[in-house]
């Protein structure tokens, strides 16, 4: 009788099971899942926020042109501008700033420092039409395209934005070797400057609006009470590498011109101040140890990132504002037709090696006139607002 009733109540415990199973087993291997799949979203995130190392400019221009005709004044600037774009399409990651799918919508750093790095090839694009010797539409092809909204996904995406404008520079480039193309001597370059030291400038004050102390910015040669309200925590860390990554283009951009514009800047004597400028914006490059970026004050136990970004900027600054001068200045004088004039028997430059010997075939023409690209606009402080607003949505968004 026991067993009897032992075997019922063992069938009625299989038949329940199988009418109501217990499905409790099933969450597990979806939260494996789900915890595997946020670690590798993890790793990417750390991967991509990676920022690439600098290039040579000189092996920069042998892998971009694909003739060995001799090169014109403007081919290392030319090819540095384009390595730089392609840095932006085919680093880890590739383009970030208009993502909406993980990693990538998680990530800021990397989205700031491209918005650093394609305010100053905006900056380049513009002020090439002024200063190449004839007119090229090519040129007015990449400034327009480049001038998009960096933050577009849907067709037509920045990146189609990006690969257009490679194409058009590398029409270009090839013209600066087989067609009557080429850099004037000096023209257009001071103006170039000038929107660079107005860059920088944005940059110092958006660096030290997030400095508590006024006294430490006074140090600076800041005026408190021109910088903007004080930055919001979460995005002290998005202005620090958008200076960062203004700081990695600007090197490679100077590198360029000092190979192209050579006997300019030395019947400038600007020479030496461009190695300091170059020196300095080198120092905004140096490892970062602290897994985020710290804004503690004075000889505390922790540093002020911002501070320190702020300070090498504000010198990268005047030096390159002294620069600007003293390249408007020999314009001015014709110290420059004059150097230019000298170097016109020389041999004309092979790709991959310096430029500081350009050759020229005609006399270089006077100085450009003031068009839009030279003048001391509003332009990069409107993209610093306009992109920053991107920013900062982007960033609250991710704030936990």
């Known amino acids: 009788m026991a067993l009897t009733r032992k075997g019922a109540a063992r069938r009625r415990e299989r038949i329940e099971a199988l009418e109501r199973p217990d499905y409790g087993w099933i969450w597990k291997p979806f939260l494996t899942l789900l915890v595997i799949a946020l670690l590798i979203a993890v790793a990417l995130g750390i991967w991509w926020s990676r920022t690439p190392a600098t290039f040579d400019v000189e092996q920069a221009t042998a892998v971009q042109r694909t003739d060995t005709s001799p090169a014109a004044r403007g081919t290392v600037t030319t090819a540095a501008l384009m390595t730089t774009l392609d840095t932006l399409l085919d680093k880890p990651g590739g383009y970030l700033r208009n993502d909406i799918a993980p990693p990538g919508v998680w990530l800021d750093n990397m989205p700031s420092w491209e918005l650093g790095?394609?305010?100053?090839?905006?900056?380049?694009?513009?002020a090439l039409p002024a200063m190449e010797e004839g007119h090229f539409a090519l040129l007015d092809e990449v400034a327009e395209r480049l001038t998009h909204d960096?933050?577009?996904?849907?067709?037509?995406?920045?990146?189609?934005?990006?690969?257009?404008?490679?194409?058009?520079?590398?029409g270009y480039l090839q013209a600066l070797g087989s067609q009557n193309a080429g850099f004037a001597a000096g023209a257009g370059l001071a103006g170039w400057l000038d929107q660079?030291?107005?860059?920088?400038?944005?940059?110092?004050?958006?660096?030290?609006?997030?400095?508590?102390?006024?006294?430490?910015?006074?140090?600076?040669?800041?005026?408190?009470?021109?910088?903007?309200?004080?930055?919001?925590?979460?995005r002290v860390d998005n202005i620090f590498f958008e200076a960062r990554g203004s700081g990695w283009a600007l090197i490679h951009f100077l590198?360029?011109?000092?190979?192209?514009?050579?006997?300019?800047?030395?019947?400038?004597?600007?020479?030496?101040?461009?190695?300091?400028?170059?020196?300095?914006?080198?120092?905004?490059?140096?490892?970062?140890?602290?897994?985020?970026?710290?804004?503690?004050?004075?000889?505390?136990?922790?540093?002020?990132h911002s501070?320190?970004?702020?300070?090498?900027?504000?010198?990268?600054r005047d030096l390159t504002r002294q620069i600007a001068e003293r390249v408007a200045e020999a314009e001015k004088t014709g110290a420059i037709g004059k150097a230019a004039g000298s170097e016109e028997a020389s041999a004309p430059v092979e790709a991959g090696e310096s430029a500081e010997a350009p050759s020229s075939?005609?006399?270089?023409?006077?100085?450009?006139?003031?068009d839009a690209p030279n003048e001391p606009t509003d332009d990069p402080a409107a993209d610093n607002d306009n992109e920053a607003e991107s920013v900062e949505e982007d960033s609250a968004a991710q704030q936990p």
């Open 196 to 234: 660079v030291g107005q860059r920088l400038d944005g940059l110092g004050m958006r660096l030290s609006a997030s400095v508590g102390s006024r006294d430490r910015l006074r140090e600076l040669g800041l005026d408190d009470a021109e910088l903007p309200s004080r930055t919001p925590w979460y």
């Open 361 to 370: 075939e005609e006399a270089p023409s006077p100085p450009a006139d003031d």
């Open 307 to 316: 501070l320190v970004m702020a300070n090498h900027i504000v010198r990268a």
């Open 255 to 304: 590198e360029a011109i000092r190979r192209d514009q050579a006997d300019v800047l030395e019947a400038s004597g600007a020479l030496d101040d461009l190695a300091l400028l170059v020196a300095e914006l080198e120092r905004t490059q140096r490892r970062l140890w602290s897994p985020m970026i710290l804004n503690g004050s004075g000889f505390g136990i922790f540093a002020n």
């Open 117 to 126: 790095v394609l305010n100053q090839a905006r900056d380049l694009t513009r």
């Open 150 to 170: 960096s933050s577009a996904w849907f067709n037509p995406s920045f990146e189609d934005q990006l690969e257009e404008s490679l194409v058009s520079l590398e």
